[in-house]
């Protein structure tokens, strides 16, 4: 079983920064690609960015130039930089990672999700 626990999510103004951290463990070889996720208060999940392995990174129109992904391989970390924050971003942001285990099968799991809100 794998568990992704993410972190750093808080309540901050508007045009402020966050960084959160999404840790993995458990039993795995590796991880490939790791997302983030969020879902505010009556909308869809929606896909914020995403990370490769190889550090390959690709982000959503809305959060280009503002937000920066990154991991730790060696510590089965991905983080989120969240500059300029604006309250439109406010949500439970969520992170979904795809972890290769030892039976060579990928599954793929979800964290718990850390809340951010901005004020006006």
């Known amino acids: 079983q794998v568990q992704l626990v993410e972190s750093g999510g808080g309540l901050v103004q508007a045009g402020g920064s966050l960084r959160l951290s999404c840790a993995a463990s458990g039993s795995f070889v590796s991880i490939s690609v790791m997302n983030w996720y969020r879902q505010a208060p009556g909308k869809q999940r929606e896909l914020v960015a995403t990370i490769t392995a190889g550090g390959s990174t690709h982000y959503v129109d809305f959060v280009e130039g503002r937000f920066t992904v990154s991991r730790d391989s060696a510590k089965n970390t991905m983080y989120l930089q969240m500059n300029s924050l604006k309250p439109e971003d406010t949500a439970v942001y969520f992170c979904?990672?795809?972890?290769?285990?030892?039976?060579?099968?990928?599954?793929?799991?979800w964290g718990q999700g850390t809340q951010v809100t901005v004020s006006s």
């Open positions: 979904y990672a795809t972890v290769l285990n030892r039976l060579g099968l990928s599954r793929q799991f």
